[in-house]
């Protein structure tokens, strides 16, 4: 059976690539003493994609957004280091997830970078769970950068392998600058 690994991709983030011959592995089950013959069954990764928009921060001053696509089995944590490359952030503050009627809302459901819920809980279950609700992530709690996530239209496809996943296979408008240099403003 074909082993699922997490590696770096070339541009130095995480990757997810499957080891094997395919983007999929295969379960192997036997059970003579059961009358049950040996059979394979061929179990494919899915990815998801999402289109991520910058709708607020400190130094916000142009729109953003990218088509990122994700495995669906991968956790929230992953989905956080794949916008921050995405965008050239540093990873160096506090996040959330919110699925909720706005980012505010007091009725909101917040995945927070401290909880172990970040690392349980994957794309899909966000995304499924978030149904006639948005999804925003919110980085660094004082400069407030705020996204908005959205599903595409395109349902999950078969991983290809190989691609080094998650991926930004579109981008829109320039990135922020996290911390811009003072003395070129």
């Given at each position: 059976?074909?082993?699922?690994?997490?590696?770096?991709?070339?541009?130095?983030?995480?990757?997810?690539?499957?080891?094997?011959?395919?983007?999929?592995?295969?379960?192997?089950?036997?059970?003579?003493?059961?009358?049950?013959?040996?059979?394979?069954?061929?179990?494919?990764?899915?990815?998801?994609?999402?289109?991520i928009e910058?709708?607020?921060?400190?130094?916000?001053?142009?729109?953003?957004?990218?088509?990122?696509?994700?495995?669906?089995?991968?956790?929230?944590?992953?989905?956080?280091?794949?916008?921050?490359?995405?965008?050239?952030?540093?990873?160096?503050?506090?996040?959330?997830?919110?699925?909720?009627?706005?980012?505010?809302?007091?009725?909101?459901?917040?995945?927070?970078?401290?909880?172990?819920?970040?690392?349980?809980?994957?794309?899909?279950?966000?995304?499924?769970g978030s149904?006639?609700?948005?999804?925003?992530?919110?980085?660094?709690?004082?400069?407030?950068?705020?996204?908005?996530?959205?599903?595409?239209?395109?349902?999950?496809?078969?991983?290809?392998?190989?691609?080094?996943?998650?991926?930004?296979?579109s981008e829109?408008?320039?990135?922020?600058?996290?911390?811009?240099?003072?003395?070129?403003?």
């Amino acid at each position: 059976m074909s082993a699922n690994k997490k590696i770096m991709s070339p541009a130095g983030g995480l990757g997810h690539k499957h080891a094997g011959s395919a983007s999929q592995f295969s379960l192997r089950v036997c059970a003579p003493y059961l009358g049950v013959r040996c059979h394979e069954e061929v179990l494919a990764f899915m990815i998801q994609t999402l289109e991520i928009e910058l709708l607020e921060g400190i130094y916000f001053d142009q729109p953003w957004s990218c088509t990122l696509e994700i495995p669906v089995d991968h956790s929230l944590e992953e989905l956080h280091l794949a916008i921050q490359n995405a965008v050239d952030f540093e990873n160096d503050h506090l996040y959330e997830f919110i699925v909720g009627n706005s980012a505010r809302s007091r009725s909101s459901i917040n995945f927070d970078c401290q909880s172990d819920e970040i690392y349980e809980t994957s794309v899909e279950k966000l995304l499924e769970g978030s149904k006639g609700k948005k999804v925003f992530y919110y980085f660094d709690f004082g400069d407030s950068w705020l996204f908005q996530i959205k599903k595409s239209r395109k349902k999950p496809v078969e991983e290809n392998p190989d691609t080094f996943y998650p991926k930004v296979v579109s981008e829109n408008g320039k990135k922020p600058i996290q911390y811009p240099d003072w003395d070129e403003m």
